[in-house]
Antibody
Framework: QVQLVESGGGVVQPGRSLRLSCAAS????????MHWVRQAPGKGLEWVAV????????YYADSVKGRFTISRDNSKNTLYLQMNSLRAEDTAVFYC??????????????WGKGTTVIVSS | EIVLTQSPATLSLSPGQRATLSCRAS??????LAWYQQKPGQAPRLLIY???NRATGIPARFSGSGSGTDFTLTISSLEPEDFAVYYC???????????FGPGTKVDIK
């Protein structure tokens, strides 16, 4: 079955960097767009970034543009989120999600369980 | 930027009752709207996409309707496992940016 497993979360000081990973299995990873979505403690969902199936197109929420970079390695079935210049307000559970469509970015069909990032001094 | 508004913020109902959740977009999003369910400590789950299509494995008691700016998620008869938070989500045309509503919590009365 389709499975997404995030890793790489932890406690990091403000201004530092962290890289999240998402290992995918159970589907043709190289055929689907992939998203990162986050959820601050006790808050709602916030979309972070999306990447096309081949990595050629990437889009970001304004709140992370210029600080976060989404990427993928289709040979390893793995999605990444490089987070630089982290701020306290980046504290959240970060989920990776598979897009529903193989041809467009639309909806988040399958989600991982999430990895927690805490930005604190 | 398209803003999604959900109402009510909280819906208190009993099992077996009908739940009607609303999502309103600040601009026309055509039918590019989805609904997700999230239970405490769990990842969200896609319920409805393109406003009215049930995702794989979603029970028939969940239905979606609407287009343009006004959308509705209906749960015809609440089961105990349906008490959760529900989010709507849209995708803007270009660039493809995604927005979630603030959520509606359906809790047990």
């Amino acid at each position: 079955q389709v499975q997404l497993v995030e890793s790489g979360g932890g406690v990091v000081q403000p201004g530092r960097s962290l890289r999240l990973s998402c290992a995918a299995s159970g589907f043709t990873f190289s055929s689907y767009g992939m998203h990162w979505v986050r959820q601050a403690p006790g808050k709602g969902l916030e979309w972070v970034a999306v990447i096309s199936y081949d990595g050629s197109n990437k889009y970001y929420a304004d709140s992370v543009k210029g600080r976060f970079t989404i990427s993928r390695d289709n040979s390893k079935n793995t999605l990444y989120l490089q987070m630089n210049s982290l701020r306290a307000e980046d504290t959240a559970v970060f989920y990776c999600a598979k897009d529903l469509s193989a041809t467009h970015f639309n909806y988040m069909e399958v989600w991982g369980k999430g990895t927690t990032v805490i930005v604190s001094s | 930027e398209i803003v999604l508004t959900q109402s009510p913020a909280t819906l208190s109902l009993s099992p077996g009752q009908r739940a009607t959740l609303s999502c309103r977009a600040s601009q026309d999003v055509s039918n590019f709207l989805a609904w997700y369910q999230q239970k405490p400590g769990q990842a969200p789950r896609l319920l409805i996409y393109d406003a009215s299509n049930r995702a794989t494995g979603i029970p028939a008691r969940f239905s979606g309707s609407g287009s343009g700016t006004d959308f509705t998620l209906t749960i015809s008869s609440l089961e105990p496992e349906d008490f959760a938070v529900y989010y709507c989500q849209q995708r803007s045309n270009w660039p493809p940016l995604f927005t979630f509503g603030p959520g509606t919590k359906v809790d047990i009365k």
